[in-house]
């Protein structure tokens, strides 16, 4: 009969210690499921490191596509600009002594004269642009 007592008390004993691992559990899944905040960021820091994979991915899958894509318009390139380099240099030149002409003969004119030109070029783009809308209407 006195090994009774003591295997109740050892019994009881080991019964509190699991039932406080038990509570310790329990209280450590509120605390996780009531904070909201580390929850939300755990989520974010999983979503962005998802993203971050995948756009390793794809750069790695599109790499060498973009080599391709520059080895073929590298040269067509260039010779966009052997052909248009001379063609914008002539426009130029042509066009520079026009604008010089332009600037002079606007200085010599009174400013009414360039108000009511300004006026008219004014109406004129507001005429074309309505023209335009109405057009796209149909």
């Known amino acids: 009969m006195s090994d009774e007592p003591e295997e109740n008390i050892t019994a009881a004993r080991a019964e509190v210690e699991q039932t406080r691992e038990e509570l310790g559990e329990t209280v450590e899944a509120l605390t996780y499921k009531a904070d909201v905040k580390s929850r939300a960021q755990e989520r974010a820091d999983e979503v962005k490191a998802r993203a971050e994979e995948t756009v390793e991915r794809v750069r790695a899958k599109a790499a060498p596509t973009a080599e391709q894509v ?69």
């Open 70 to 138: 520059k080895a073929k318009v590298g040269p067509t390139a260039e010779q966009v600009k052997a052909k248009v380099g001379p063609t914008a240099e002539q426009v130029k030149a042509k066009a520079g002594p026009t604008a010089e002409q332009a600037r002079a003969r606007a200085q010599e004119l009174p400013p009414p004269v360039l108000a009511g030109a300004a006026a008219l070029l004014l109406v004129a783009l507001v005429v074309l642009r309505r023209r335009r809308r109405s057009r796209r209407r149909y």
